[in-house]
């Protein structure tokens, strides 16, 4: 299976704030990678696919770069209905595996 | 819309088999041509992709649980289900359905059910 582990599981921030996530695959996946934003008791929710494309309907705010085995997450600007939980997930080889996790907290 | 929603029983035995059902609305299963998943998560933790029922009735099941597993799909009904046989507490999690975003099995999860949680207590 490949890997996926992100870094960091949390981190604290404030509203304004600029923020990257990091997701190192265990073997290169090319630009097969996604992002996906989770809130509690919620389902996740697609933000970034192909690495940097962003899906319909998430703000600007947010984007993607990297290839191969190294990936990240930026949000530009954080808003208060930013602060929730990230997951990486590959999706070039089965089984398809996610990240552990990022939990991005207020300050 | 396409809109995904899971049911079936919150509570198993351990030993037992867990059945959900994964309702499709807003879309046709059969006329779509996607991959069709059972995502868990288990509490407090990362997301594990289960495996995928193509419109057609193929699959592809996680090897970690492949000897456990059937996903079906009724397209009549426009629904497809997971069995996981001989559960134990460790299978505890909340069970997701999601379609991919494109017509492929390569895809993200674009629409994901709301979730249901079972729980494998005597």
């Known amino acids: 299976d490949i890997q996926m582990t992100q870094s960091p599981s949390s981190v604290s921030a404030s509203v304004g704030d600029r923020v990257t996530i990091t997701c190192r695959a265990s073997q290169g996946i090319g630009s097969w990678l996604a992002w996906y934003q989770q809130k509690p008791g919620k389902a996740p929710k697609l933000l970034i696919y192909?690495?940097?494309t962003l899906h319909s309907g998430v703000p600007s705010r947010f984007s993607g770069s990297g290839s191969g085995t190294d990936f990240s997450l930026t949000i530009s600007s954080l808003q208060p209905e930013d602060f929730a939980t990230y997951y990486c997930?590959?999706?070039?080889?089965?089984?398809?595996?996610f990240g552990q996790g990022t939990k991005l907290e207020i300050k | 819309q396409v809109q995904l929603q899971e049911s079936g029983p919150g509570l198993v035995k351990p030993s037992q088999t867990l059945s959900l059902t994964c309702t499709v609305s807003?879309?046709?299963?059969?006329?779509?041509?996607?991959?069709w998943s059972w995502i868990r998560q288990h509490p407090g933790k990362g997301l594990e992709w289960i495996g995928y029922?193509?419109?057609?009735?193929?699959?592809y099941y996680n090897p970690s649980l492949k000897s456990r597993i059937t996903i079906s799909v009724d397209t009549s009904k426009n629904q497809f289900s997971l069995k996981l046989r001989s559960v134990t507490a460790a299978d505890t999690a909340v069970y997701y359905c999601a379609r991919g975003l494109d017509r492929d099995a390569v895809t993200p999860f674009e629409y994901w059910g709301q979730g249901t949680l079972v729980t494998v207590s005597s």
């Open positions: 997930q590959q999706n070039t080889g089965f089984p398809y595996t």
């Open positions: 807003g879309g046709s299963i059969s006329s779509g041509g996607y991959y």
């Open positions: 029922i193509y419109y057609s009735g193929s699959t």
């Open positions: 192909t690495a940097s």
